[in-house]
């Protein structure tokens, strides 16, 4: 990942648009900012108008104005856009020669158009008009007005400056966006809502799973005791299945001799993400962006012989690098994180083998976090790209037969590879149908070389081995962010750092209510008796709000019978689950649930999850 540069030569159209839209929808989004201009330049004769392009799920336009615009403005705004769309004006194309063009734009006051035409335009200046409105643009649009069936204008304007450069006059930028049909606005809006409602950060907060903290700085996480335990239940998972997946666990530190990163590349091509090399004794020291030269460096620890490898290397090892501070983002995007790292060192040979065996392995992993459906890409050679031809030709081969045999569907991401080789990502689909980019699978010809890796062959002779880095979940901080998202924080059983919370009625049943945890404790539940002395409804309220799985209400009823241990249930999501049940079934139903890692409870309804219209789920194969 590599930070874009500050200021990125200006290529867009007069609209900002970065292309001429091409697709249809981009055509309809495009057409509604025109249409949204169109109204404000009659609203507000004084605004001036900006750029306005196409968006992923709409438009937005930017206008130069006395007074930023009020929730109030911008209904009438929308109130009018909707007057504009019944009009059923036509959208015509008209080619005006540029002094009469800039005199034009200037007449109506549009000093920004008239700039844009001097900078952007020829000889003949391609406008558009809706009615009496007109706009300089690439085009093409709609027809008319009448097409536009579904929009809906942001509640509240931002802030940007005059061609995105500070200094320049500040702009409000309306934002709205558009679809074909009211349904799938509606959707839209839909998932909006639910995303602000799962968004992690909030969660983080509300749950106490994690912070940032001003006093340690931005894009550092602290990881709460409730964050804490669910990244012990991923890490323990992760280390007992790298064990039986055939990986040897190792440990590397956080700084290494910058010469290693000299070695490795990394000082020349990842520069812009490194921080400032540390000052030890007169020799610097590189705070670590990657953990493969570690990973590199124990290989080459012994003469290695064809028969033992391949090697597989795994490690939990945490990474920085650099981000302004402008991305920064939750966990999502952080200045120092986890990766869940590993680095196989195989003969050529073993290469087809080992990325099936590295495939199979990914998808078993996420199933078990609940993650079945992904967008999958194989990257190909770059430009600027270490090996020969033959090598990528075959390590490409060798990934897309992986895919192709576990009829995984992949798209190809022509030249989007690594300098060092062609690479398979994944992508995850979560309960909104975002896709969040996590498991990666690269091979590498290009450090086995650098660094002088060698096996001694059959024949005697040393070989140089193939190289595949690899990270299943991604980042811990990242793909934590993705799983509270995608469960809106009501984590699976076995990750659920609360599983259940005993209530008694009144204080009567505190004994007994400690008796029943107790229980619960002694056959691994992680349960807690919340004994304040608060109102029962209230406490159900707050298990809930705390999303914790499982609630055993207890009182007279149940604590009648010495002989029988009873228990009134209830379930995050499913209410109520009938009273005066019996405890020793609900133990043994969550310690199974627990213990083979069910991503719901069973029978028991999970929460609604909003529909998407999102892409359908890829072909996947029975590789469980
Ligand atoms: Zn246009
Ligand atoms: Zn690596």
């Not at 990881?223 to 990244?231: A, E, L, M, Q, V």
């Not at 060192?345 to 495939?359: K, M, P, S, T, W």
């Not at 895919?403 to 060092?420: I, K, S």
Request: charged share 25%; hydrophobic share 35%.
């Amino acid at each position: 990942m590599s930070s874009p540069p500050d200021e990125p030569p200006d290529n867009t159209g007069p609209s900002g648009e970065s292309n001429p839209a091409d697709s249809e929808i981009e055509i309809y989004r495009h057409s509604s900012a025109h249409l949204l201009a169109a109204a404000v330049t009659e609203l507000y004769p004084d605004a001036q108008c900006g750029i306005g392009p196409p968006t992923d799920d709409g438009f937005f336009y930017d206008f130069l104005v006395q007074e930023p615009f009020t929730p109030e403005d911008l209904r009438a705004i929308e109130k009018r856009m909707a007057h504009i769309v019944k009009q059923n004006r036509p959208i015509e194309k008209k080619l005006i020669p540029k002094a009469e063009a800039l005199d034009l734009f200037a007449k109506k006051g549009q000093t920004l158009k008239c700039e844009l035409i001097r900078d952007k335009a020829g000889d003949l200046v391609q406008c558009y008009t809706m009615g009496d409105f007109i706009d300089f643009c690439l085009g093409p649009h709609l027809p008319s007005t009448g097409r536009i069936k579904a929009f809906k204008v942001r509640e509240s304007a931002s802030q940007s400056y005059w061609k995105g450069k500070e200094g320049n006059p500040s702009m409000q930028r309306i934002y709205g966006y558009a679809f074909f049909t009211k349904e799938e606005l509606d959707q839209h809006l839909h998932r909006l809502e639910e995303a602000k409602r799962r968004d992690h950060r909030k969660l983080g907060r509300e749950l106490d799973l994690f912070s940032i903290a001003d006093e340690t700085g931005a894009g550092l996480i602290l990881w709460h005791p409730k964050g804490g335990f669910i990244r012990k239940q991923i890490e323990d998972f992760w280390r007992d299945e790298h064990l039986k997946g055939g990986y040897d666990l190792v440990f590397s530190p956080h700084i290494a001799k910058i010469d290693l990163w000299n070695t490795s590349g990394h000082t020349q091509y990842y520069k812009a993400n490194m921080y400032s090399p540390i000052d030890i004794e007169g020799v610097e020291y590189q705070l670590k962006p990657m953990n493969c030269p570690f990973h590199i460096t124990i290989y080459k620890s012994k003469l290695r012989s064809y028969r033992e490898l391949p090697f597989r290397y795994a490690e939990l090892g945490t990474v920085y690098r650099f981000e302004r501070s402008g991305v920064l983002h939750g966990l999502m995007r952080v200045r120092g994180f986890t990766q869940d790292d590993a680095h196989i060192f195989c003969r050529a040979d073993q290469l087809g083998g080992e990325i099936l065996r590295v495939l199979d392995f990914v998808t078993m992993v996420l199933r078990a976090f609940g993650f079945e459906r992904y967008d999958i890409y194989v990257s190909t050679k770059p430009a600027d790209a270490s090996g020969t031809d033959p090598q990528w030709e075959v390590a490409t081969a060798a990934l897309k037969e992986a895919l192709e045999t576990r009829r995984l569907a992949y798209a190809v991401d022509p030249g989007e590879g690594t300098f060092y080789g062609p690479k398979i990502d994944i992508k995850i689909k979560d309960s909104l149908d975002r896709a969040w980019q996590c498991s990666t699978i690269q091979v590498d010809f290009h450090n086995p070389a650098r660094f002088d890796l060698e096996y001694i062959a059959e024949d005697g002779k040393a070989q140089q081995p193939v190289m595949i880095h690899r990270a299943l979940l991604g980042s811990l901080e990242r793909f934590f962010g993705v799983l509270i998202e995608h469960y809106a924080g009501a984590f699976p059983l076995w990750l659920a750092p609360v599983q259940a919370v005993v209530i008694p009625v009144a204080e009567a049943h505190h004994e007994y209510a400690r008796n029943v945890a107790d229980k619960m404790k002694s056959a691994g539940i992680r349960v807690h008796v919340d004994d304040r002395p608060e109102k029962m409804q209230y406490k159900i309220r707050e298990a809930q709000v705390q999303k914790v799985p499982y609630m055993f209400v207890v009182g007279k009823t149940e604590s009648a019978d010495p002989k029988v241990e009873l228990v009134s249930a209830r379930h995050r999501h499913a209410g109520d689950l009938g009273s005066a049940t019996s405890l020793s079934d609900w133990i043994a139903k969550i310690a199974r649930f627990s213990s083979e890692r069910a991503v719901s409870e069973g029978e028991v309804p999970m929460a609604p999850r909003s529909g998407g219209t999102g892409p359908q789920p890829v072909v996947s194969g029975g590789v469980r």
